[in-house]
């Protein structure tokens, strides 16, 4: 490994002087609500949106026990920080105008409320994601990108049908536990993650991992890479700071090619 190599790993372990230093619960929940919006238009740009179906969430730095959500029926290609929803674990809607989408709420409320180290959750009904979901397995590590959700993402096999009540959503997070992601059987991907920017990635990225997985898999018979290295591999590309990282460049794309999102 190069010296130049050697130093962006130590950088990125360097947790502390990597992330930007916000000094108020404003400008905390002012990032948060941006890279909401964003990473709703990006979910809309790579096609995961599918008619009302998908919703972001981002905890509220001061209202700990609310999240920040998108409306339903407003496209993921036309969010604004301005249309997002503010919404208690209880179910009301404290600030925004819009539809509360029952199962953003039934889903998101019970993984925000069973795990406090979650700052946001993303799900969607991608394309890759809905195909391998209805295979009902995990992921293997095949690729480099895969091995971020080596042993860190679980599969929730109790399909019945759309969630939208409360038991179901406390059964996914309960299954969900500590890890990264989960693969809803024959619905699509979860992924979490302590920043907006992490979860977002999470979801991109195990996107991409579940196409790259089908198509090696109607090619041949893929080779997976050992358990140690997959292991390995995880500790570089799987980290929290990887995925807050992994998601900047696309944040800054997004919002030069469309400010108005920020309005």
Request: proline residues 3%; aromatic residues 8%.
């Amino acid at each position: 490994m190069t010296e130049a190599a050697n130093n962006i790993i130590m950088n990125l372990d360097d947790q502390d002087s990597a992330l930007p230093q916000l000094d108020s619960v404003e400008e905390v929940r002012e990032d948060r609500k941006n890279k909401l919006a964003a990473a709703l238009r990006l979910f809309g740009k790579f096609g995961f949106d599918e008619g009302v179906a998908g919703h972001i969430t981002v905890r509220d730095p001061e209202l700990t026990d609310h999240f920040w959500v998108n409306p339903m029926g407003k496209s993921f290609k036309q969010m604004r920080v301005s249309d997002l929803l503010l919404v208690s674990h209880t179910g009301e809607v404290v600030e925004g105008n819009g539809l509360l989408n029952g199962a953003a709420f039934t889903i998101h409320s019970q993984i925000h409320m069973a795990n406090p180290n979650i700052t946001a959750a993303a799900h969607s009904h991608s394309v890759y994601g809905k195909a391998f979901s209805a295979l009902g397995k995990l992921l293997d590590p095949l690729t480099q990108d895969a091995c971020a959700f080596y042993d860190d993402h679980v599969l929730f096999d109790d399909f019945s049908g759309v969630v939208l009540d409360n038991s179901e959503g406390e059964r996914i997070a309960a299954a969900l536990g500590d890890r990264k992601a989960a693969i809803l059987q024959n619905h699509g991907l979860l992924t979490v993650g302590s920043s907006i920017d992490e979860a977002a990635w999470w979801y991109i990225t195990m996107e991409r991992s579940c196409q790259a997985q089908l198509l090696a898999e109607a090619a041949g018979t893929p080779k997976p890479i050992e358990h140690e290295v997959a292991v390995h591999t995880r500790s570089t590309v799987g980290s929290d700071l990887a995925g807050w990282f992994s998601f900047q460049p696309l944040y800054q794309v997004i919002t030069e090619e469309q400010p108005e999102l920020l309005d």
